[in-house]
């Protein structure tokens, strides 16, 4: 068992769809992360919870949703999307943050918005 | 803002070759990060050195945090290391910035 699982693999939306990516971390710990990853283009931070509190919004737009019930459960809902949003979607895990501990990634979720 | 910048974009080897894969960035780090990402799309996390030499297995890093690079050595390359390199780095309480990689094409 992998220890950041995501699901789905894969996801095809219309634009008036609403959906969830679901991550799932098995390596106890605090800190949980979502990462959008559009081609040619860095890695950029959308989400971070640390402690299943919300510490940085990375001003993301309204139409995507974070979720974390519990430490080792982290959701992105999503509604309304645009064709610009597609990209793979990146779960991420750590201790304590990021700044101090390595960051153990998902296998990610290919959205396709059409 | 803070600058990554990964050297070459892009690398191609036959099976066998060394490499070295350069990340610089702008400013003091006290978190540094070298990362896969297969083909499929998975990264693994193949060191954390903000300072200092690490090997594992073929792989190897050294960053100078003083010069503000760090380097990755694949030694005896396979066809399984093609991927793409990141870097990231954190800069004092800021959150971590990805370079913007190094694709990596290994040649049977």
């Known amino acids: 068992e992998t220890g950041v699982t995501q699901t789905p693999r894969h996801l095809v939306m219309g634009m008036t769809n609403k959906k969830s990516l679901k991550c799932e971390q098995h390596l106890g710990h605090n800190a949980m992360y979502w990462y959008k990853q559009s081609a040619k283009k860095p890695l950029e931070l959308m989400f971070v919870?640390?402690?299943?509190?919300?510490?940085e919004n990375n001003s993301v737009p309204s139409r995507f949703s974070p979720e974390c019930p519990n430490s080792s459960h982290l959701f992105l809902h999503l509604h309304t999307l645009q064709p610009e949003d597609s990209a793979l979607y990146l779960c991420?895990?750590?201790?304590?943050?990021?700044?101090?501990?390595?960051?153990?990634f998902g296998n990610g979720t290919r959205l396709t918005v059409t | 803002g803070i600058q990554v910048e990964q050297s070459p974009p892009d690398l191609i080897l036959q099976e066998g070759a060394n490499s070295t894969l350069r990340c610089n960035f702008s400013d003091s780090v006290n978190n540094l990060q070298w990362f896969h990402q297969n083909p499929w799309g998975q990264l693994i996390n193949l060191f954390y050195i903000p300072s200092g030499t690490k090997q594992n297995g073929r792989l190897s890093a050294t960053t100078v945090a003083t010069e503000r690079y760090s380097l990755l050595y694949i030694s005896s390359s396979q066809t399984t290391d093609s991927g793409v390199y990141f870097c990231?780095?954190?800069?004092?309480?800021?959150?971590?910035?990805f370079g913007t990689g190094t694709r990596l094409t290994i040649i049977p």
């Open positions: 991420a895990s750590s201790q304590a943050g990021a700044r101090g501990s390595p960051l153990h």
């Open positions: 919870y640390s402690l299943e509190e919300r510490v």
């Open positions: 990231a780095v954190v800069f004092g309480n800021e959150k971590l910035t």
